[in-house]
């Protein structure tokens, strides 16, 4: 008797992005790609886990987990202008937890494109947020580093918490990471008394380090509008940043693991206000089920704004798919763009990746139809996957064939 061939109602399919920059949220990526799903296999079951990595959406994630709440704060952006932002009190756990997004404060997306010069953008509205939060009475503050439009190595932010930068005359420094050149005395009198009496945790990118040829001038600096001559005086301003971290606490910084997360934010978290960094990843997972649904899935889809060689030093596509694989799942990653060295994903528990992008458009344009065109993109590859399944049920024809 022939045995009857699977149909596509028995396929679960776990959908676990990121957010797209600028564009996407990662809870309206899942969206999109789940509909992109069901236009093609409308009897398939999908699982829905929007993924949090300390940027763009750390907070709400962690929220919604939780049963919190989100507090919603005015503070000064990363170009001296007023924005709205937040912090999020997490429900159910105890101590009194406030998650701060740095990218809330001091994202790219609140940097005007014709305003995206690192030299002068400032952590100054973190350090804002961490003090409403310790208004609130946190007990313990978890940041979130990720999609950052500084490279000030949390100097405004810890500005912002009453520390004292000062140059060789003893006046304050200014906003932005060009202003760490003239950097020469960190005075730490008149911080906030209260950073000693709370736990204060960040989740960070466990690859991105402060200096040296991986540093985070170098290696995200041009994508926060840097060029490369000022790539090297942000360089030169964090070599500096480090001198004087070293000689405030007697501790080297420049390639600590995490240093240089969200512009080097990390290093000012960790050396000047006394916080602990961790792959973000082993925060986020104490709060998200991801191991948990990938046990119920026959297909993992992933996606993130730009898939290349960066991707597997702690990206979300790479982390799931690490995950997903040691169960022997395949996984898919779509992508808004395919950077330079993107094939290397394959290596790394990525099985097929694909650009949502089918013709050529501007960046705005892309932004624009981001959500229609990631769809599409789901659509397409459930229509090869469904080809695939097809071909899996007809071994005995492909023999005859060849």
């Not at 030299?119 to 973190?126: D, K, Q």
């Not at 989740?203 to 991105?208: C, L, M, P, Q």
């Not at 290397?344 to 981001?370: E, V, W, Y």
Request: proline fraction near 5%; include cysteine.
């Amino acid at each position: 008797m022939k045995t009857p061939a699977p149909h596509a109602a028995a396929l679960t399919v776990l959908i676990a992005p990121s957010g797209f920059k600028e564009s996407l949220s990662a809870e309206e990526a899942a969206d999109r790609i789940a509909e992109g799903v069901t236009d093609t296999m409308p009897g398939a079951r999908v699982i829905k886990l929007p993924m949090a990595d300390g940027g763009e959406g750390f907070t709400q994630a962690l929220v919604n987990a939780t049963g919190g709440r989100v507090c919603p704060v005015a503070v000064t952006g990363p170009v001296g202008q007023p924005v709205q932002a937040f912090f999020g009190l997490l429900g159910g756990r105890s101590p009194r937890t406030a998650v701060v997004e740095m990218a809330a404060a001091a994202g790219l997306r609140l940097v005007p494109r014709d305003q995206r010069n690192p030299m002068r953008t400032t952590s100054y509205g973190v350090g804002q947020l961490i003090r409403a939060a310790l208004d609130a009475g946190a007990q313990r503050v978890l940041l979130g580093c990720g999609d950052s439009g500084i490279n000030d190595g949390g100097a405004g932010m810890v500005q912002a918490l009453g520390a004292k930068l000062l140059d060789a005359q003893g006046q304050e420094l200014g906003a932005g990471g060009g202003e760490l050149l003239r950097l020469h005395r960190i005075d730490l009198s008149g911080l906030d008394p209260r950073l000693a009496r709370v736990q204060l945790d960040a989740a960070v990118n466990w690859h991105n380090v402060l200096l040296g040829p991986r540093g985070v001038a170098r290696v995200f600096g041009p994508q926060k509008g840097a060029t490369p001559e000022q790539v090297v005086l942000l360089e030169q301003a964090l070599e500096n940043w480090a001198a004087c971290l070293q000689r405030t606490t007697g501790s080297a910084w420049g390639t600590q693991p995490g240093s240089g997360a969200s512009g080097g934010l990390g290093s000012g978290f960790a050396a000047l206000l006394g916080g602990q960094l961790h792959p973000r990843f082993d925060i986020v997972m104490q709060y998200l089920e991801l191991d948990r649904l990938i046990a119920q899935a026959d297909l993992v889809i992933t996606a993130e704004g730009s898939l290349d060689d960066q991707t597997p030093f702690g990206k979300v596509p790479a982390e799931v798919a690490s995950r997903a694989k040691k169960r022997g799942l395949p996984v898919i990653a779509l992508t808004g763009t395919l950077g330079h060295g993107a094939e290397i994903n394959l290596k790394h528990g990525i099985d097929a990746f694909a650009s949502m992008l089918s013709r050529p458009c501007t960046l705005d344009q892309a932004i624009a139809d981001a959500g229609k065109l990631l769809r599409r993109s789901a659509a397409d590859m459930l229509r090869m996957v469904s080809v695939g399944m097809k071909l899996g049920r007809a071994p005995r024809r492909l023999a005859l064939a060849r």
